[in-house]
Nanobody
Framework: QVQLVESGGGLVQPGGSLRLSCTTSRIIFNLYTMGWYRQAPGKQRELVAT???????NYADSVKGRFTISRDNAKNTVYLQMNSLKPEDTAVYYC????????WGQGTQVTVSS
């Protein structure tokens, strides 16, 4: 059974930073495009950022210049560094592995509030 294990969410003040992590198996990590999505209350799940196996990245316009997605091949882990956080970034953040199949993590809550 494929598992994506997320960590790093929490409560942060506006302007602060958080780093999310998502770890999975080596075979999934080496073959699949990894991504972060988020879902705020009452809204649809939306793409935040993706990174391919060679390392090409894609970002939602709303996070460009503030968020950075990266992958550590030695640790089978993808990261989302979130800087200059805003209240509108508050959501449950999900890790996704997309390839021959699609797998989702359990989600981690990010709350940006003073």
């Amino acid at each position: 059974q494929v598992q994506l294990v997320e960590s790093g969410g929490g409560l942060v003040q506006p302007g602060g930073s958080l780093r999310l992590s998502c770890t999975t198996s080596r075979i999934i990590f080496n073959l699949y495009t990894m991504g972060w999505y988020r879902q705020a209350p009452g809204k649809q799940r939306e793409l935040v950022a993706t990174i391919t196996t060679p390392g090409s990245t894609n970002y939602a316009d709303s996070v460009k210049g503030r968020f950075t997605i990266s992958r550590d091949n030695a640790k089978n882990t993808v990261y989302l560094q979130m800087n200059s956080l805003k209240p509108e970034d508050t959501a449950v953040y999900y890790c996704k592995a997309n390839g021959y199949s699609t797998y989702w993590g359990q989600g981690t809550q990010v709350t940006v509030s003073s």
